[in-house]
């Protein structure tokens, strides 16, 4: 079968899914000030089902009722959010979000290596594997090299983080078996398969209502639940769709310069002296594992 001849609308996809994963590490910190991993998870992944659900009732599509599409929905939140989410937010307790982000951008080395190695279920490149490497490059000299003079300081936390990115790459290849699906229908029922996992673990564990949320934390957890979880997934499986596996991950690396801009735009943070040098490695990369054959 011939590949699907891609448009820019797919890349601007893509840089749409980046822009709202942006977010997701600093966004976590604000949230474990005050809301438990398990509680925080749960609520944005009901919020952004809540919200998800809504908009497929006004496109008059509903979620599927057969067994098949929920094992499907099951099997990918799994390995797609609810574990890797559940053991980076932990793992955010102990580990700077700078270390957290460097360690995050592994994932597309880890999908190449499982296309390449084990699925082969599309093209896995020398080009693809050098994108990957500048990438990763270029995720840490943005970040700062000193990000990495942490390392090994919690070493159980930051290895947790590696398992969960590798946890990522699985889900991007294994996300394309949904194709038949909406992706706004994946989406919804993948979050809402999650959040019902783990709200018994919150109400047993943590319990939510003795809780004092900061008006900050709240914020953070509806901000995450309808832009990073709802909207982003959503665009996550149209990017499967339309891009594949390789290319898809390379939103990862897009994510840092976006962060970095965002800092820069609405906080007024200082530019890092590094900014250019990172993103040339990275757009670099980025155009090396997106190029089309």
């Avoid at 709202?20 to 925080?40: D, E, H, Q």
């Avoid at 019902?196 to 953070?220: D, K, M, N």
Wanted: contains cysteine; positive net charge; charged residues 10%.
């Amino acid at each position: 079968m011939q590949p699907r001849q891609r448009h820019w609308r797919d890349y601007a996809l893509l840089l749409a899914l980046a822009c709202c994963w942006s977010s997701t590490y600093p966004l976590t910190k604000v949230g474990l000030g005050s809301v438990p991993p398990a509680t925080f998870i749960a609520a944005r992944s009901l919020i952004a089902a809540a919200f998800l659900i809504v908009v497929l009732y006004f496109r008059g599509l509903r979620l599927p009722t057969d067994a098949k599409a929920w094992k499907l929905f099951a099997q990918q939140q799994t390995i797609n959010s609810t574990i890797p989410f559940l053991v980076i937010t932990w793992a955010q307790q102990y580990v700077p979000a700078s270390t957290t982000v460097v360690l995050a951008s592994t994932t597309p080395i880890f999908a190449f290596l499982i296309t390449w190695g084990i699925t082969r279920h599309e093209p896995a490149t020398l080009l693809r594997l050098a994108g990957a490497i500048l990438g990763l490059a270029g995720t840490t000299v943005i970040i700062g090299l000193d990000a990495l003079g942490g390392l090994s300081s919690n070493l159980v936390a930051e290895v947790a983080i590696l398992l969960a990115t590798i946890s990522f790459a699985c889900a991007t290849i294994f996300g394309l078996r949904l194709s038949e699906y909406d992706p706004m229908v994946v989406a919804a029922g993948s979050l809402l398969f999650g959040g019902c996992v783990l709200l018994p673990v919150s109400l047993l564990f943590e319990h939510p209502w003795t809780l004092r949320p900061t008006a900050e934390a709240l914020a953070a957890t509806v901000t995450m639940g309808i832009f990073s979880s709802a909207l982003g997934l959503m665009l996550f499986y149209m990017c499967l769709q339309r891009l594949g596996t390789l290319t898809t991950n390379a939103q990862g690396y897009l994510r840092i310069p976006i962060g970095v801009a965002l800092s820069v735009l609405l906080l007024g943070e200082a530019v890092p002296a590094n900014l250019a040098l990172g993103v040339v490695l990275v757009m670099a990369g980025v155009a090396a594992m997106t190029i089309s054959r």
